[in-house]
C-alpha cells in the first residue's frame, strides 16, 4: 500500500491507503471523540461526535467516514467542534434516563467519560430520576439485558452482530425518538438467531447492554481485571475476569482491549460459563472410600494412602501395572509434571490423555507425512485464505472464534469456502458448495478428489518435485478410482466432487481445516494423510493462508501433547524408545527410565479387564463420560484395584475413585495453555481457591516426595524453565517473553520470534512424504437390525463432559438436555415427531433422549452431542480402534431408533 502523508493538528503524519482520518488520528495518539466507532465494523458517522475541519472542504465532516488523501490538513478541536460537540453530548444526556451512581458501567462509559471532559453542566444531567426499563425482548434470557433508557442508537451492537457474528439478531424498531433496540418482530432473545456471544455488550459505550446476572454485583471502576486464557475449545481466546475483590466473585467476563488471537471476539462459553469457578459443588476436600461411601479426610492422610497404596503395587506388580491418564484441561507446567512422575517416579509410559479420543490421528498422520502433528497455520491467516474447504468440523459450534475468520475471509475477502460435512451445519449459509458425505467415506472423497486434480493438470509440478517424495506411488494408487465408484461410497454426486476439487485445486492459497470428524474413526490416520496428500499435491503446504490445519478440542489439549503426556514421546514429541533421547532425561531427571512405550486411553481399560493395570491416577479427565463403549469403560473404573481421581468436581468418574483429590480451576492458579495454532500463552491467578483444594502440580510432587522422588518447584515459571531446558520445540519460552503476547513453537531459543506457520522452505522430517491410502468402510455398517448410522459430536453451548458449563445458568436455559437429530423423512416413517422420547440402541446399549426433527441430516443418518450424562451418547460407540494412532470410531456406528415408550 502506498503511503499518504496527512496533516492533522499541526502533526506531519504518514497513513496508508483506505485508513479514514479517525484511525490515523487514533493510532497516532490523537484522541478524537466518538461513540458509535468500533474498528471491527464499517463506519456511520451516527454520533456526530467525530466532526472534523478539513482544509478546502465545506462545512465539518465525520472522521470515521473520511478517507485520508495526500496533502490533506485537518484540525479535531477548534472552537465551533467544542462547541458542536459539547451540545450533542448534552443532548444525549437529556434523552439518557439513567444515573450514573447506579449504573455498572460506571467508570467505563464513553458517554460519562466525554460528560466529564466537556463539563456538561448540571442541569443536562440525570433530568430523571432511575428508571428501570420496561418489558423487551431481553426479559426471559439470563444473559443479556437491554435498557433503552441508556441507549444513544448508535447501533453499535446492530452492525457487531451483522458483521462481526454475521447472525443479524439484533435491529431497529419504531422511529425518531422512539427507536429501539430489537429483535425481529420482538421475538424473545433466545428464540432469536442470537447465539449469545455478548459482542453487543462489548461494543456497547454506555451500557445499554449489559450481563444479566452481573446487574447490582459490581460497578466497572470497583472491580479488579485479570487476563487470563479462556478453559474451553482451543482457540485460546484472551479474555478478563473481572472480580469483586471483597467477596472473591468473578462478576462478568470482559474481552475488551485482548489480541491475538481472538480479538476481543468471545463464544457464549467464555462470556456466560464461568459460573463453575464459583459453584458450591466444587470439591473442598480429599475424600476416601470407607465401607463403599467417600467420606472427608486430610491432606495428609490423602497423601500417604496414595503413596503406600502406590509403593506396594509397583512392588508386587511392577511399575507397568500401573497407568495415569493426564489432562487436556490443565496447564502445561502440571501435564509436564505428571508424565514426570508417571516415567520417572513410577516407572512406566503408561501415560495418555484425551487427545488419545480427539486428535491421536492428527499427531499420528501430520507426523509421518510433514515431520510434526500440529496446526500447519495461524488462526489469523484464515481472513486472507482464497479457498478453505472445511471438513469434518463445525467451526461456528466447537470454535466459534476461528469461525468468525471463515466468515470474514467469505464475505469481505471474497474466499471460495467448501464444507464437507454429513449435516447442514451453520457454516454452509456462507458456502459456495456443500458436500454431504457419508459418515466414514472421507478417504474415498479425497482420493477422488486428487485423482481429478492430477487428471486436470491442477497440480503443483514444481513443489511435488522439489519439496515431496513418493508422489509416484500416490499417483498410480489414485489412477485407479473411479469416481463413480467414490460417488456411490460417499452419496455425493460425482460433479460436486469435481467441483470441489477444482475450486480447492486453482485457488492461490487454500486452507484446509478439519477436526474430529475426520480423526475419529477406526481410518482416522488415513483420513488425515489423506488431507496432507491434497495439500502437498497443490502446494498448499509451507505458504502464508493455506495449510492442513486440524482445530484441537480443548483449550490445552495441543500443550498436554506438546508436554508428552502420551505413552509413546517424551516432552516435545521425543521417542521414548529412541536410546539418545532417554539417556538424555534420565540425565535431566535423575533416573532409569522405561524403554518401552506404554498403554493408550482405552488399552489401559481393556488391560484393567484382564487384570494387567491394578492402579489408575487420573486428573481432570472423565472417562465414565467421555469414552467409548461406557458400559465396558465403567466396568473398569469399577474393578480396577485402586483409582486416584483429581478434579474439581465429584465427576462421573470420581464417583468410582478410592481416593479424591480436590484441585482448583485455571481461575485460581498461574501457568500457560497451548493453542490450537501452537501459541503458548499465560493463564493467571484471578481468585482464591474454596476450601482446601490444591493446585495440581502440587499435589503431584506431595506425592512424588512422599515415594522419595521429591520433585521441587517454587512457582510453574520454574518448570516452564526446566520444560524449556529438554524440549527443543519449546526452547525460547519463559514467562517473561509470554507475559503480553503468546509464542508459537517451534520457538527454539530466547531470540526467536516464535514460527507462524511450519514447513516454510523445508518439511520438518526434510521432504513431504505422500501415503497412498485406500478406502476401508467403518467397522461397523448399519444393516436391517441396525439400519441407521450414529454419529456424536459437540454443540456450541456445551464442552466436553459437561462438567463445567453445565453449571452456568445461561448454557442450561439454552442447552438443558440432550437430544437426536432425525432427519424428517426418517422421523415421519417412524411416527416420531420433534421432542418424542426416543431410544436411540446400538449393539452395545441403549439411551432414551428428545428427538431433534430436522431436514439438517440425511436420510439414514443421526446425530447425538455427547456432553450429557442423563443421555450418554457414549453408551453407544464402538471402541474399535485407529490401528496406528489408537483412536476410537466415536463418528460412525450401527444404530436403531423408536419411539420411547416410558410408561
Known amino acids: 500500500m502506498s503511503e499518504i502523508k496527512v ?92 444515573s450514573c451512581a447506579v449504573c455498572d458501567k460506571n467508570g467505563n462509559c464513553k458517554l460519562q467519560h466525554y460528560a466529564y471532559q466537556h463539563q456538561i453542566p448540571d442541569q443536562a444531567l440525570n433530568i430523571y430520576e432511575h428508571e428501570k426499563p420496561g418489558p423487551n425482548y431481553t426479559d426471559q434470557n439470563k444473559a443479556i439485558a437491554y435498557n433503552p433508557h441508556k441507549c ?73 481485571r485479570t487476563r487470563t486464557t479462556c478453559p474451553y475449545c482451543g482457540v485460546g481466546c484472551q479474555l478478563d475476569l473481572n472480580v469483586n475483590f471483597r467477596t472473591n ?4 467476563v470482559t474481552s475488551k482491549g485482548t489480541g491475538i488471537p481472538n480479538h476481543e471476539n468471545l463464544c ?47 512392588k508386587d506388580h511392577g511399575p507397568d501395572s500401573i497407568a495415569g491418564l493426564s489432562s487436556a484441561k490443565c496447564t502445561n507446567e502440571e501435564n509436564y509434571v505428571f508424565q514426570k512422575f508417571i516415567r520417572a517416579c513410577i516407572g512406566t509410559n503408561n501415560v495418555d490423555h484425551c487427545a488419545r479420543l480427539c486428535h491421536a490421528s492428527t499427531v499420528a498422520g501430520l507426523a509421518r507425512a510433514f515431520g510434526s502433528g500440529a496446526m500447519t497455520n495461524s488462526i489469523e491467516e484464515l481472513k486472507n485464505a482464497k479457498c478453505i474447504f472445511v471438513i469434518g468440523s463445525n467451526t461456528t459450534e466447537a470454535h466459534p472464534v476461528i469461525a468468525l475468520n471463515i466468515k470474514h475471509a467469505v464475505v469481505n475477502n471474497g474466499a471460495k469456502l467448501i464444507v464437507a460435512d454429513p449435516r447442514t451445519i451453520d457454516l454452509v449459509r456462507f458456502a459456495d458448495l456443500h458436500i454431504a458425505q457419508k459418515p466414514g467415506t472421507d478417504v474415498a472423497l479425497i482420493n477422488a478428489m486428487m485423482k481429478i486434480i492430477i487428471e486436470e493438470d491442477l497440480l503443483d509440478k514444481e513443489f511435488v518435485a522439489e519439496r ?67 495439500a502437498m499435491l497443490t502446494g498448499n503446504v509451507g505458504k502464508e493462508f493455506a495449510g492442513v490445519n486440524p482445530l484441537r478440542g480443548q483449550n490445552n489439549v495441543q500443550g498436554a501433547c506438546d508436554m508428552g503426556a502420551l505413552p509413546n514421546v517424551y516432552p516435545g514429541y521425543q521417542q521414548v524408545e529412541d536410546e539418545t533421547v532417554r539417556k538424555k532425561f534420565e540425565i535431566a531427571w535423575c533416573i532409569k ?109 506431595d506425592i512424588s516426595k512422599r515415594m522419595d522422588y521429591p520433585m521441587s518447584y517454587r512457582h510453574p515459571d520454574n518448570i516452564m524453565d526446566e520444560i524449556a531446558s529438554v524440549t527443543p520445540i519449546y526452547g525460547g519460552i519463559s514467562y ?30 526434510g521432504k513431504g512424504k505422500f501415503h497412498p491410502v485406500n478406502f476401508v468402510p467403518p467397522k461397523e455398517p448399519e444393516d436391517k437390525k441396525f439400519p441407521f448410522v450414529l454419529s456424536t459430536g459437540r454443540q ?29 423423512n426418517d422421523a415421519a416413517k417412524l411416527r416420531i415427531s420433534n421432542g418424542d422420547n426416543v431410544e436411540v440402541s446400538t449393539r452395545r446399549g441403549n439411551v432414551i433422549t428428545p428427538a431433534k426433527v430436522t431436514d439438517d441430516i440425511e436420510k439414514g443418518w443421526v446425530f447425538m452431542p455427547f456432553h450429557f450424562a442423563e443421555s450418554p451418547a457414549n453408551m453407544l460407540t464402538i471402541d474399535e480402534l485407529d490401528p496406528i494412532a489408537k483412536i476410537p470410531e466415536f463418528k460412525t456406528c450401527a444404530a436403531a431408533l423408536k419411539k420411547a415408550d416410558l410408561k
Open 268 to 314: 457464549v462459553k467464555g462470556r456466560f460459563g464461568m459460573d463453575f469457578i464459583g459453584s458450591d459443588k466444587r470439591l473442598k476436600t480429599p475424600l476416601i472410600r470407607k465401607n463403599g461411601e467417600l467420606k472427608e479426610f486430610s491432606w495428609e492422610e490423602a497423601i500417604d494412602l496414595i503413596a503406600s497404596k502406590f509403593a506396594e503395587i509397583k
Open 7 to 98: 496533516t492533522i493538528d499541526g502533526r506531519e503524519l504518514k497513513g496508508t491507503e483506505g485508513q479514514t482520518v479517525l484511525e490515523l488520528a487514533l493510532g497516532n495518539g490523537i484522541q478524537i471523540p466518538n461513540l458509535c466507532h468500533d474498528p471491527k465494523v464499517k463506519p456511520t458517522g451516527a454520533c456526530r461526535l467525530c466532526l472534523v475541519d478539513v482544509e478546502g472542504q465545506r462545512g465539518l465532516v465525520t472522521s470515521c467516514t473520511l478517507k485520508i488523501e495526500p496533502g490533506m490538513v485537518v484540525q479535531t478541536n477548534t472552537e465551533q467542534i467544542e462547541a458542536i460537540r459539547k451540545t450533542i453530548i448534552e443532548l444525549l444526556y437529556y434523552e439518557h434516563h439513567s
Open 152 to 224: 444513544i442508537r448508535c447501533g453499535r451492537c446492530i452492525r457487531v452482530c451483522q458483521e462481526v457474528q454475521m447472525d443479524s439478531a439484533l435491529t431497529f424498531k419504531q422511529r425518531a425518538s422512539q427507536i429501539e433496540i430489537a429483535t425481529a418482530f420482538d421475538m424473545p432473545l433466545n428464540d432469536s438467531t442470537c447465539e449469545l456471544c455478548g459482542q453487543c455488550i462489548t461494543t456497547c459505550p454506555t451500557g445499554a447492554m449489559y450481563e444479566q446476572a452481573a446487574k447490582g454485583y459490581g460497578q466497572f471502576k470497583d472491580l479488579i
Open 796 to 824: 456450541l453451548y456445551q464442552f466436553h463432559t459437561g462438567t463445567m458449563t453445565r453449571k452456568s445458568a445461561v448454557i442450561d436455559q439454552v442447552s438443558p438436555t440432550g437430544y437426536v437429530e432425525i432427519n424428517t
Open 249 to 252: 466473585d468473578i462478576i462478568r
Open 736 to 765: 517473561e517473553r509470554i507475559n503480553n503476547i503468546g509464542l508459537q513453537w517451534p520457538c527454539p531459543d530466547k531470540e526467536h520470534p516464535g514460527t507462524k506457520f511450519l514447513h516454510k522452505d523445508k518439511f520438518s522430517r
Open 468 to 534: 515431496t517424495e513418493d508422489f509416484d506411488k500416490l499417483k498410480t494408487a489414485v489412477k485407479k478410482i473411479s469416481i463413480k465408484q467414490a460417488s456411490k461410497i460417499t452419496a455425493v454426486p460425482a460433479n460436486l466432487i469435481e467441483q470441489a476439487a477444482i475450486t480447492y485445486a486453482k485457488a492461490a492459497a487454500s486452507s484446509i481445516i478439519y477436526s474430529m470428524g475426520i480423526t475419529q474413526h477406526t481410518t482416522g490416520t488415513d483420513n488425515v494423510l489423506s488431507l496432507a496428500n491434497l
Open 593 to 701: 527410565l522405561p524403554p518401552k512405550k506404554g498403554l493408550t486411553v482405552v488399552e489401559i481399560m481393556h488391560a484393567i479387564e484382564e487384570d494387567k493395570i491394578k492402579a489408575l491416577y487420573i486428573m481432570g479427565e472423565n472417562p465414565a463420560l467421555s469414552d467409548p463403549n461406557l458400559n465396558r469403560t465403567r466396568k473398569a473404573l469399577e474393578s480396577v484395584d485402586f483409582l486416584v481421581v483429581q478434579d474439581i468436581f465429584l465427576t462421573e468418574t470420581a464417583q468410582y475413585a478410592d481416593v479424591v483429590l480436590p484441585a482448583v480451576s485455571f481461575a485460581e492458579k498461574d501457568g500457560t495453555f497451548t493453542n490450537t495454532e501452537r501459541r503458548v500463552q499465560r493463564i493467571r491467578k484471578a481468585v482464591d481457591s474454596p476450601g482446601q483444594a490444591r493446585i495440581d502440580w502440587r499435589i503431584i510432587c
